[in-house]
């Protein structure tokens, strides 16, 4: 009996979900601002209603200069990595009705991480 017991509590801290290293993924991927993640920006957050002059989202994405605040407070990362999947404050919204795309491709966000890990350096 406790032989089994002791199995029991291997095998249920063992189904750990595993770590992510993007580290590795990103180690190819020289990503920049002005080449890859303004597209994806002017794609996603940069549109009517959104992170532009007079839009509902808080800050004004259409620039470099713009968005370096949200990066440096981590709350772009938060938004938009940490709590995509959250439907009422993941980024890009679910609810969106603007067109714009609910949520960011596998290779988009992995584009985002590595910027985001290298510094988000601007060109």
């Not at 007079?54 to 004004?60: L, T």
């Amino acid at each position: 009996m406790v032989t089994l017991i002791f199995i029991s509590l291997l095998r249920c801290t063992s189904d750990k979900t595993p770590i992510i290293n993007t580290a590795d993924d990103c180690d190819n991927i020289i990503a920049t601002y002005d080449l890859n993640i303004k597209p994806i920006i002017d794609n996603s957050c940069a549109l009517s209603g959104c992170h532009v002059n007079g839009g509902d989202g808080p800050g004004v994405y259409v620039n470099y200069n713009n968005i370096v605040p949200f990066l440096e407070d981590g709350s772009f990362e938060r938004r938009t990595i940490d709590q995509k999947d959250d439907p009422l404050i993941g980024m890009p919204p679910k609810w969106s009705t603007n067109g714009a795309p609910t949520e960011l491709s596998e290779e988009d966000l992995l584009l985002v991480r590595c910027w985001l890990e290298q510094g988000y350096p601007e060109s």
